[in-house]
C-alpha cells in the first residue's frame, strides 16, 4: 500500500481528491514491484461488488478490512 484515503473522489478530470477525514469511501493505492521494477499501481475500494480494475491492467484488487488511527472519523450509522 502507498496511499490511505478516507473519503477518496475523482472529479470529471481524473483527478483524485481526499475530501474529508471521515470513513465514506476508503481506499488505498496499491502498487505491485516485479523483479524490481513497478508494473502496475491502482486503487483498491472498500465498498463496492467487485475489484477495480482498467483493462490494461493484470491485476484487480479490493480492500476487505482496514484498521486505521483515530484521527479517522467513523461516518454516521444508516438507521
Same mark, same amino acid.
Given at each position: 500500500? @502507498?496511499?490511505?484515503?478516507? $473519503?477518496?473522489?475523482?472529479?470529471?478530470?481524473?483527478?483524485?481528491?481526499?475530501?474529508?477525514? @471521515?470513513?465514506?469511501?476508503? =481506499?488505498?493505492?496499491?502498487?505491485?514491484?516485479?523483479?524490481? =521494477?513497478? @508494473?502496475?499501481?491502482?486503487? =483498491?475500494?472498500?465498498?463496492?461488488?467487485?475489484? $477495480?480494475?482498467?483493462?490494461?491492467?493484470?491485476?484487480?484488487?479490493?480492500?476487505?478490512?482496514?484498521?486505521?488511527?483515530?484521527?479517522?472519523?467513523?461516518?454516521?450509522? $444508516?438507521?
Amino acid at each position: 500500500m @502507498t496511499v490511505f484515503n478516507p $473519503h477518496f473522489i475523482i472529479d470529471d478530470s481524473g483527478k483524485v481528491y481526499q475530501d474529508s477525514d @471521515t470513513l465514506y469511501n476508503p =481506499a488505498v493505492r496499491v502498487k505491485v514491484i516485479i523483479d524490481s =521494477a513497478k @508494473t502496475q499501481e491502482s486503487w =483498491a475500494f472498500f465498498y463496492g461488488g467487485s475489484p $477495480h480494475f482498467r483493462r490494461e491492467n493484470l491485476l484487480g484488487f479490493r480492500l476487505l478490512d482496514f484498521k486505521v488511527d483515530e484521527k479517522y472519523i467513523k461516518p454516521p450509522e $444508516h438507521k
